[in-house]
């Protein structure tokens, strides 16, 4: 049977920070036969900064042992209401991912798995990755991956809380 990685990027969604704050994050799904990774189906939730933060950090990682595929340009007068440039993003992050998720090199990276599985934020992505979580990359993917879900269970909630204060003590 034929390995394949679907990849897509949608639901396009304004998050307000505050008044005059706001970012547009995008649902990311992967569905896969793949044996690299841990779950089969998933969609997170990730904005264009922590794909930013991605890039460097495979960058880290791979050295210079493989090339890394271009984000699209970061366009200080993006608007969040002009649908052909949101669009023209969510294609270029899309062809980010797929080159990136067919990359040997890059698909051993534990930090990748944890972008497009979980929905860590980049600091515990990082503490995980580095061995400095009470769960391990996979116990990770599994519990706080959406899925299909829209809430977290309460013991994830509590995974979330214990780690927390883990990392605080350290």
Same mark, same amino acid.
């Given at each position: 049977?034929?390995?394949?990685?679907?990849?897509?990027?949608?639901? @396009?969604?304004?998050q307000?920070e505050?008044?005059?704050?706001?970012?547009?994050?995008? =649902?990311? %799904?992967?569905?896969?036969n793949?044996?690299?990774f841990?779950k089969?189906s998933s %969609?997170?939730r990730?904005?264009?900064s922590?794909?930013?933060?991605?890039?460097?950090k495979?960058?880290?990682?791979?050295?210079?042992?493989?090339?890394l @595929?271009?984000? @699209? @340009?970061?366009?200080p007068?993006?608007?969040?209401?002009?649908a052909?440039e949101?669009?023209?993003?969510m294609?270029g992050l899309?062809?980010?991912?797929e080159?990136v998720?067919h990359?040997p090199v890059?698909?051993?990276?534990?930090c990748?798995?944890l972008?497009l599985?979980?929905q860590?934020s980049?600091?515990?992505?990082?503490?995980?990755?580095?061995?400095r979580s009470?769960?391990t990359? !996979?116990e990770?993917?599994?519990?706080?991956?959406?899925?299909?879900k829209?809430?977290?269970s309460? !013991?994830?909630e509590?995974?979330?809380?214990e780690?927390?204060?883990?990392?605080?003590? =350290?």
């Amino acid at each position: 049977m034929q390995e394949f990685t679907g990849v897509w990027v949608r639901d @396009p969604r304004i998050q307000k920070e505050d008044f005059w704050h706001a970012y547009m994050d995008y =649902e990311i %799904c992967i569905h896969t036969n793949s044996l690299a990774f841990t779950k089969k189906s998933s %969609c997170v939730r990730r904005r264009y900064s922590e794909f930013v933060w991605l890039r460097k950090k495979l960058q880290e990682n791979a050295m210079l042992i493989t090339h890394l @595929p271009r984000l @699209p @340009p970061k366009n200080p007068f993006f608007s969040l209401n002009n649908a052909r440039e949101i669009g023209a993003r969510m294609e270029g992050l899309r062809k980010f991912l797929e080159e990136v998720v067919h990359s040997p090199v890059l698909l051993s990276d534990s930090c990748l798995h944890l972008f497009l599985q979980s929905q860590l934020s980049v600091k515990k992505i990082e503490a995980c990755a580095e061995g400095r979580s009470r769960y391990t990359v !996979s116990e990770a993917i599994h519990s706080f991956a959406s899925g299909n879900k829209r809430f977290e269970s309460q !013991s994830e909630e509590s995974m979330e809380e214990e780690d927390d204060m883990h990392c605080e003590s =350290e």
